[in-house]
């Protein structure tokens, strides 16, 4: 299993994650310590490192190097492993990276760190004219990427084959056609019901001992701080530099303890997935989440299937009592799981309950669709953003800060991104099922507290693999069948049946 | 004033500086936050990065670019402009880093690396045993290097040269031989008098207010937290991934209040430097400091002649009674300045006062000579370094942890980064002297809290000019004279007789 071009291509690789690497500690040193002034400087040290990686990757001698290990080597080796897989993957990666200019490279990152900057002054200000010519260079751009990668069923496909490998718009539009109908079904029938208290989570909760709480809980589940640690930041988010150094981030509401308890099980999430795949794969690609959308199966798991279970109240509110015991002192854990599961639709969509998540990642990739097969105009996107919020969600945003400028992702140039989200939701349910038939009742384990055989089963089936398989492979591996809705739907309409208590 | 050549130097120099950069970030993550296991990798993505610097900088192109200036625009550009220094910096540079071979530069770094962990478990078991052999090879791997650079006077010196520009072993020969005099003479004066009271210091303090109080301390002496932050580590360090993002590092003990306030000090001393560099300069290797030597006149000038001044604590000690009335309330400014330079003859040279903190400099410093120039052999160090010990300090180490181990420099390679502690003790007492004739009496001003005119004196003299002046060239400018021995031992001569009484 061994030839020379696979030690020079690894070596390359091993080379590129140390770069990935330091701007990945960069990205969140930005986010989390680094002082106002510094921004500057950092985007020069990420524009270079960035470039770098460009350049080191689609050197024409990565090419020969693949072409040799794929005449010579691949038809010896078992095509399931480890190296023949990671040949794929590099193949794969290095077709779709020498289709890219490295002009097109550095534009685009001059225009997002840009736009970035303009869609932080067009929110503060709700003033959508002061993004909106950047958005409309943005969508130039994203078209013009489109079509490096001509020829396509769809536009729009190679966006998302940014982000979720193999995946066609055509199948998401399949897999979104049944949370269209039944998710806002389902939320009608919630809203004719008396709505669920939770004004005892908005009571005054003291930081210090909010974090507190979160470090114990995220340790008793499974996150090795021997490998990882938590910081704050305004926006969560989860990163890590190898397999032994995994970082997420959390934030707190002082009035509202759901913020710190559900962003903290999600950003977990994600950081088990990393910490767990199998260290042999460290410092080359395949030490990485399958797609994003496997990656969000994993925080919206923990977030939402067991974060916001009856059991895992049952285990840790005792715990979080003697925390804050001048709040908490009268609730049960029964009040407590209606109280996180409080089903209200509302203008953001990182606020949202489970019931209308996937109905703001619907409006979004519509839109998204519109804009990039040229049916929308970027202009008309705000009276498109309100009026599909009307339709699903019976709310019209006061302003575009709560409603069109929300999200940073156009401005980040992630078009084709947001359907991850709900792709997330859906494999989430299908793991949950899998689960289940193994483990029999693993809420039982949760209320126990015993976490153990829930995340070796997702070390075993998922985490370890890392990127080794594609994500639809990945999901038929582990489930035998394809990403369907199905399963998430009756998911929620069983869950939030209980809830609300619906016939 | 333009020249391709120029553009294209500087545009390399940038990109360097932000490899250089993002090392320090990583460097400072290593430091402050990030987590054990993370240890592996981060030395892959350091060692990765120092490669690549070394590479890119020493291209031949780099030298085709240096020449054509030197042939077509230097002549014509003023000397002392800003083009001209960088190109006579570069040139510098880059003659000294294709000197020293690739190869040379791969196997220390990786030295150095088992070095350091060889020297942390020696020093945890003072044993010098398990650290003997690394330091063997370092020591020949530095004698390696010293012979790049023949033909030289002293073989020492193309290791201060890496620290310090420009100096010679002779010459710190001659600056240390007033010290080896005057400083023991003055020590032992000291220890017949009374000793003075700073049991105060050793009661409990919070380590949480400790830090509020350091964080205002540096604020209001003019510390931008804009461009900076102070983190915690174990040992403290300054480092800036730009002018406009300097961060330092303290450490607290509840038991002694000192260390975070001299420490603070110190720290912000450099910080400062960093601070006051032109921002014109960002991204060129103009933007640091001239030297290590004149780094640390600034530090040690914050720490001791302002910050262990009686002018300073009759400031300061109020605000610091606030936060801690319960340890200062009877404590007068006159005894909170003779506590904080209690003389005291100990092991460990970053506990050391002023007095004796040049005795531990000597030693290391002849014992490198000795060690470089083969007069002395590695199995022979800690017999002559308990030896010199008795002869400068009264004192033999219990132990090699307290001994002969208590330094990580040797382990990382740092022969000759000594003697830059004692030049920026010199330095610090001859801009003071030049500060006194400019401001008249800046202790005045200290004692109103008035900073700005003292702050503003060393970034005109001194920090603005960045590295584009060479060191003593700089003391020069600044003073007047050359480096010089006498004006610190003449304020250490005065300030102890002060606080100690001495007629």
């Avoid at 770098?52 to 290990?69: D, I, S």
């Avoid at 039982?444 to 089936?461: M, N, T, Y």
């Amino acid at each position: 299993m061994t030839h020379p071009a696979l030690d020079q291509l690894k070596a390359r690789l091993q080379e590129l994650q140390s770069y990935a690497g330091a701007a990945a500690v960069l990205r969140w040193d930005q986010e989390t310590y680094m002082p106002p002034r510094g921004v500057e400087a950092r985007a020069r040290q990420l524009a270079t490192l960035a470039r770098l990686m460009h350049q080191r990757f689609t050197e024409p001698v990565v090419g020969e190097w693949l072409q040799q290990l794929e005449e010579e080597a691949l038809p010896q080796w078992d095509p399931d492993g480890d190296d023949a897989r990671l040949v794929r993957l590099v193949r794969y990666e290095y077709d779709r990276a020498v289709k890219v200019p490295t002009e097109w490279v550095t534009a685009f990152a001059r225009l997002t760190t840009e736009a970035r900057e303009a869609w932080k002054d067009a929110r503060a200000l709700a003033d959508f004219s002061r993004f909106q010519p950047y958005l409309e260079r943005l969508v130039a751009m994203v078209r013009e990427y489109a079509h490096f990668f001509e020829p396509f069923d769809h536009i729009y496909d190679p966006l998302l084959e940014r982000f979720e490998r193999g995946m066609k718009t055509a199948q998401v539009e399949a897999l979104f056609a049944p949370l269209r109908e039944r998710q806002p079904a389902l939320l009608r029938r919630i809203l004719e019901r008396p709505q669920v208290d939770d004004a005892f989570l908005h009571r005054y909760y003291d930081p210090e001992r909010q974090l507190a709480f979160v470090h114990r809980m995220v340790a008793d589940i499974g996150f090795d701080f021997a490998r990882g640690r938590i910081d704050l930041s305004t926006h969560p988010f989860t990163t890590s530099f190898s397999v032994h150094d995994v970082r997420f981030t959390v934030r707190y509401k002082t009035d509202d303890l759901s913020e710190v308890l559900t962003g903290a099980l999600h950003e977990m999430g994600h950081a088990l997935y990393e910490q767990g795949i199998d260290p042999k794969f460290d410092g080359l690609p395949l030490a990485e989440g399958a797609s994003l959308g496997v990656h969000e199966s994993q925080s919206r798991f923990w977030e939402n299937i067991i974060g916001r279970s009856l059991a895992f109240w049952k285990h840790f509110l005792p715990a979080l009592r003697q925390v804050f015991p001048e709040n908490l002192a009268d609730v049960t854990p029964e009040a407590f799981y209606k109280a996180v599961n409080r089903v209200q639709p509302g203008f953001i969509r990182v606020e949202a309950d489970e019931v209308t998540y996937n109905l703001h990642i619907l409006l979004r990739f519509e839109l998204e669709v519109a804009l990039l097969s040229d049916d929308l105009k970027v202009a008309d996107l705000p009276a498109a953003w309100n009026e599909k919020m009307q339709a699903y969600l019976g709310l019209t945003p006061p302003n575009d800060a709560q409603g069109v400028l929300q999200d940073i992702h156009w401005s980040q140039g992630y078009f084709g991104y947001f359907p991850t989200y709900t792709l997330g939701n859906l494999i989430s349910a299908q793991l949950w099922n899998a689960m289940q038939t193994d483990l029999g009742d693993p809420y039982a384990l949760v209320e126990k507290g015993d976490f153990g055989p829930i995340l070796d089963w997702l070390r075993e089936k998922v985490h370890r693999h890392g990127a080794k398989f594609e994500p639809q492979e990945l999901v038929r591996r582990v489930t035998g069948s394809d990403i369907q809705a199905e399963p998430y739907l009756d998911y929620l309409e069983a869950k939030y049946s209980q809830v609300y208590g619906l016939n």
